[in-house]
């Protein structure tokens, strides 16, 4: 059990890593941090490089935080509020990927609530140097207050959104 925790932590922590990288400095073929701003933009979020960085240290940060299994569950957190509000504010209502969709967001939201409530395992710091915040309690209010933040995110760009709209039919 706890091999395959560090497995999955270490392959999924690599991927949000380079994710969120994408955005942020344009490595692995990303887009960078001005270019990734213009389509969070276009998505009614203002100010948009301000959740682009947001977001986007949320899933390199969070991702660094799952490979090491250090403080856990707050890496788990950062990544699967970054997922959340990637289906709400940028894929919905599409599921399947291939059409622009939340599937892929949504398999990474899944993983790592499930390994922010089942702990990191053996092979982590947290387990090594006992700094592991306390479950479920941790889990739950992060859930709860990362529900707050993305409610009001959605809200402002839905917003921001329907002001656009009433400003283009105006015209």
């Known amino acids: 059990m706890d091999l395959g925790l560090f497995i999955i932590r270490v392959v999924f ?3 949000m890593i380079g994710h969120g990288t994408q955005k942020l400095f ?8 001005n ?3 213009g389509f969070v933009a276009s998505r009614g979020f203002a100010p948009a490089k301000f959740w682009t960085a947001t977001g986007s240290l ?8 799952f490979i090491l299994g250090f403080l856990s569950p707050l890496g788990s957190i950062a990544i ?13 209502p599409k599921f399947w990927a ?24 053996a092979y982590s710091l947290d387990a090594a140097y006992g700094t592991a915040l306390p479950q479920p309690v941790t889990m739950v209010i992060a ?12 809200g402002a760009a ?3 959104r329907a002001a656009g709209t009433s400003e283009k039919a105006a015209a």
């Open 98 to 121: 291939s059409e622009g969709g939340y599937e892929h967001a949504l398999v990474m939201l899944t993983a790592a609530v499930a390994v922010g409530m089942s702990g990191p395992g």
């Open 13 to 15: 922590g690599l991927l």
């Open 143 to 154: 859930a709860l207050a990362a529900l707050g933040f993305l409610v009001s995110v959605v």
């Open 26 to 33: 344009g490595w692995f073929g990303g887009y960078g941090l």
């Open 35 to 37: 270019g990734s701003s």
């Open 158 to 160: 839905s917003r921001r």
């Open 58 to 65: 949320a899933e390199a940060v969070g991702g660094l935080l």
């Open 80 to 92: 699967a509020s970054a997922m959340a509000t990637a289906i709400i504010g940028f894929h919905w």
